[in-house]
């Protein structure tokens, strides 16, 4: 048995484990260093520290953490003020040259704490650390673009968010009211910020990398918010510009498949008893349109290529949020009156109706009632059901605006869709 080098009722360290820990802290601070001192040559400029400096401060760290152990608790505190100190008057005398900027500073003041972190034995935590901060200091170009090109509304839109998020979603009260107990202002909340949180994650993605890099990126970045919206956009332009209409059909394919992903998703947040169920006949979707998709965007390669995208809109648009929050309550009443009084039945119209807009706000609705006022069979079919009225609404727009070719497609690609939904929903209750 291997002898410990510190042995104390709170810590317990071998030399093995010493070596390794240290290694690790060295390393630790040798990329940091390295980040440091090859953006300093690259923007030639002086720099604060460099690979030396950043490997001594993790191991003033570390050393800091293990004589805490064996003089005095009080041992990393002074070590880490006196680091402060230094690292403090440094940065006053670069300041005094006009050389202002306390990132360098900053991080190596992280460093001796992530030395110390190693010590302690907090190896993944230490390196999850690092690997974060010299993402972030490498960004510095491209972050600096971004944030040059974001403008007012994008940053408002992001404070909106981050207010309703942080400031305003963790106190809405988590307990049931009115009819069947089922309005849940945490929960309307939550999706409230799942809703919008979506949408914004699909305008930041359209925004980064443009609607026009790949029509099967933009049927997937647009499927992120609305499937049903990408279908409509596409039919009509596949009428404006005919020779778009494989383009087209790619990028509505593509979120269809999006749309499959995103209501597994909802099934493994709100309620995952009920995806072992699931898996099978959505599975048998999602292979369907995705080989439809990929079938439709290798047909689309062989022609020339267009731009095509999606408008971008409002980067947060809280309305249509707060819509669908109010949708969900509602869908929410109608599934748990139906159920009430009508049985499955009820279950399976309301479900139908409101599959004719977009599946989630049923989804979810449905996820939340299973195994409380529902069976998990009907919440299983119910989710189906609310899948092919949404498919059967698509099909019927994208039939409605589209071009005679993209017709032909539609026919083929969404016709197979709804061919795997409907065996789904068979071998669901086989």
Request: glycine letters at 10%; one cysteine or more.
């Amino acid at each position: 048995m291997e002898s410990y080098i510190i042995d104390t009722p709170q810590f317990h360290l071998t030399q093995m484990e010493f070596i390794i820990r240290l290694l690790v802290a060295t390393g630790i601070g040798l990329l940091i260093g390295l980040e440091r001192e090859h953006e300093a040559i690259i923007s030639k400029e002086s720099i604060f520290a460099g690979i030396r400096t950043f490997i001594i401060l993790t191991l003033v760290g570390f050393i800091g953490a293990g004589l805490s152990f064996l003089i005095s608790p009080w041992i990393f505190s002074v070590v880490l003020f006196g680091a402060i100190i230094l690292i403090g008057i440094s940065y006053w005398i670069t300041a005094t040259r006009g050389e202002i900027g306390g990132t360098s500073e900053v991080t190596a003041i992280l460093a001796v704490l992530l030395g110390g972190l190693t010590f302690l034995g907090y190896v993944e935590l230490s390196l999850m650390i690092m690997v974060i901060v010299v993402v972030l200091l490498s960004s510095k170009p491209r972050l600096q673009f971004l944030i040059g090109k974001i403008t007012n509304e994008e940053l408002f839109a992001f404070i909106r968010f981050v207010v309703i998020a942080l400031l305003i979603f963790p106190f809405l009260p988590d307990a049931t009211y009115g009819p069947f107990n089922i309005f849940n202002p945490h929960d309307i909340g939550w999706v409230i910020i799942l809703i919008s949180g979506l949408g914004f994650l699909g305008y930041v993605l359209m925004r980064i990398f443009g609607a026009g890099r790949g029509i099967l990126l933009t049927g997937i970045i647009g499927g992120l918010v609305s499937s049903t919206m990408v279908t409509w956009v596409f039919s009509k332009k596949s009428k404006e510009q005919p020779v778009l209409s494989s383009s087209c059909a790619t990028a509505i394919f593509a979120a269809s498949t999006i749309m499959v992903i995103r209501v597994m998703i909802w099934v493994f947040i709100f309620n995952e008893s009920l995806a072992p169920g699931l898996i099978i006949p959505f599975g048998v979707l999602f292979l369907t349109t995705i080989s439809v998709t990929l079938y439709f965007y290798f047909l689309d390669k062989r022609k020339p290529k267009v731009e095509a995208g999606i408008p971008l809109g409002k980067p947060l648009n809280l309305v249509t949020a707060l819509f669908f929050g109010l949708l969900f309550v509602a869908v929410l009443f109608i599934v748990a009156y139906a159920n009430e009084y009508f049985g499955e039945k009820g279950i399976y119209i309301s479900s139908g109706i409101a599959g004719l807009s977009e599946v989630d706000a049923i989804t979810i609705s449905v996820l939340k009632l299973a195994n409380v006022s529902i069976s998990m069979l009907t919440a299983q079919n119910a989710i189906l059901v609310a899948t092919i009225s949404n498919t059967i609404v698509k099909i019927v727009i994208a039939l409605w605006n589209g071009s005679p070719e993209f017709r032909k497609y539609i026919y083929i690609g969404y016709g197979l869709i709804f061919l795997a939904a409907m065996l789904g929903f068979l071998l669901l209750n086989l």
